[in-house]
């Protein structure tokens, strides 16, 4: 049985004691138990490390009209491509920043329903909180109970002291969950000039005491 290692991830630095958090009581459990990859246990969800098996998927997810429009193209279009986008983006976050997108599956059967994780990006100046889900699987919870998960990883794990998120301006759902998991609006923000305004929300952790 994999072991429980609930106030650390070895492989991140070294081990941290967690600071408790808004997110401290939900029941999540957070180890690295097989080859050093991180995974968050849920009541209903595994949360891992994304592998070059997971192309199919990705090829998928990645070619859903909601995720080209809300998030956008990222030309993957072969189960070649979505092999590079794995390792060129997930996976080489977890080597450079220790930690990254991560798949989202359903406990009972294992089947990959999305993603969820964080992503360090160079136009933002901390990390931000990122999702995305198969249509079959919205307005059934999944998407708090990971995004929840990912937050206590970054807060009481991590120890980052602010997280962000942006959405496009018409993604209400995505804002909604935002709240709903203690982010607010900040403001509208522009990644590059040659880009479309984005919404941007906040969270802050304060220092243990």
């Given at each position: 049985?994999?072991?429980?290692?609930?106030?650390?991830?070895?492989?991140?630095?070294?081990?941290?004691?967690?600071?408790?958090?808004?997110?401290?009581?939900?029941?999540i459990r957070i180890a690295r138990p097989y080859n050093h990859m991180t995974r968050l246990d849920t009541e209903r969800l595994i949360i891992r490390e994304l592998m070059d098996s997971d192309a199919p998927?990705?090829?998928?997810?990645?070619?859903?009209?909601?995720?080209?429009y809300y998030i956008g193209d990222k030309e993957v279009r072969t189960l070649e491509d979505a092999r590079q986008y794995i390792l060129n983006g997930p996976v080489k976050s977890y080597e450079k920043n220790g930690f990254g997108l991560y798949l989202v599956a359903l406990k009972d059967t294992a089947t990959p329903i999305g993603m969820c994780g964080l992503i360090k990006r160079e136009e933002l100046p901390d990390p931000d909180i990122g999702f995305?889900?198969?249509?079959?699987?919205?307005?059934?919870?999944?998407?708090?109970?990971a995004a929840s998960a990912v937050l206590k990883l970054g807060a009481e794990v991590l120890q980052l002291k602010r997280i962000l998120a942006i959405t496009s301006p018409d993604n209400e759902a995505s804002g909604k969950l935002l709240t709903r998991i203690g982010l607010k609006y900040e403001r509208m923000y522009s990644l590059s000039d040659d880009r479309p305004e984005v919404k941007?929300?906040?969270?802050?952790f304060g220092d243990a005491a």
């Open positions: 049985m994999a072991p429980d290692l609930r106030n650390s991830i070895s492989g991140v630095g070294r081990p941290r004691s967690a600071a408790p958090t808004r997110f401290s009581a939900l029941s998927f990705i090829l998928r997810l990645l070619n859903e009209p909601s995720f080209i995305a889900f198969l249509p079959d699987y919205w307005s059934k919870g999944f998407g708090f109970e941007l929300f906040v969270i802050e």
